[in-house]
Antibody, heavy 124, light 107 residues
Framework: EVQLVESGGGLVQPGGSLRLSCAAS????????MSWVRQAPGKGLEWVAN????????YYVDSVKGRFTISRDNAKNSLYLQMNSLRAEDTAVYYC?????????????????WGQGTLVTVSS | DIQMTQSPSSLSASVGDRVTITCRAS??????LNWYQQKPGKAPKLLIY???NLHSGVPSRFSGSGYGTGFTLTISSLQPDDFATYYC?????????FGQGTKVEIK
């Protein structure tokens, strides 16, 4: 069974740091782009970041550029999100998701499956 | 960045109704458009990928269409399990974006 399990969320003060992890199982992790998507309480979905299979390409939403870093360890089947200089507006449930399809083709760029999410709360 | 606008933001419908949700992109995105369903407290689930392809295991009452800047998600006969929030998402550019969501409620 394909599974993604996030961990590392919690309460952090503004300006603080947190590292999220996502453990993947049931598929060849190193063959897929991976993503982080977040959802603020009562709000819609927001794509946060993507990373290529070998980590050589990374993309971020403008609001987290320079503060968040996506990374992966294919030997450990794990995805990470290092979050620095956290702000109240970063409060959200953070989901990791596998990216479906093949880049460079029209069959590209959907999220499936998703993890269950981990809540990050930025507050003093 | 490419902006995605869904309409309506919410709708009330009855079991058995035909429901259509629209998603418009601020520029052409070819067919790089996906649809998700989310229920309260749960992670989203993929329904439709690449505008019109039904994801494995998704009931055939769901369908997607469109190209360029205009897309639709149709539920042919609304079932009790379909009351949820639906999101579109584009993957045309390097920076991906979601629509704001459409909440489907019971009339």
């Amino acid at each position: 069974e394909v599974q993604l399990v996030e961990s590392g969320g919690g309460l952090v003060q503004p300006g603080g740091s947190l590292r999220l992890s996502c453990a993947a199982s049931g598929f060849t992790f190193s063959s897929y782009w991976m993503s982080w998507v977040r959802q603020a309480p009562g709000k819609g979905l927001e794509w946060v970041a993507n990373i290529k299979q070998d980590g050589s390409e990374k993309y971020y939403v403008d609001s987290v550029k320079g503060r968040f870093t996506i990374s992966r360890d294919n030997a450990k089947n794990s995805l990470y999100l290092q979050m620095n200089s956290l702000r109240a507006e970063d409060t959200a449930v953070y989901y990791c998701a596998r990216v479906g399809g093949t880049t460079g083709t029209t069959d590209w760029g959907w999220f499936d499956p998703w993890g269950q999410g981990t809540l990050v709360t930025v507050s003093s | 960045d490419i902006q995605m606008t869904q309409s309506p933001s919410s709708l009330s419908a009855s079991v058995g109704d035909r429901v259509t949700i629209t998603c418009r992109a601020s520029q052409s995105i070819s067919s790089y458009l996906n649809w998700y369903q989310q229920k309260p407290g749960k992670a989203p689930k993929l329904l439709i990928y690449t505008a019109s392809n039904l994801h494995s295991g998704v009931p055939s009452r769901f369908s997607g269409s469109g190209y360029g800047t205009g897309f639709t998600l149709t539920i042919s006969s609304l079932q009790p399990d379909d009351f949820a929030t639906y999101y579109c998402q584009q993957s045309y550019s390097s920076l991906w974006t979601f629509g704001q969501g459409t909440k489907v409620e019971i009339k």
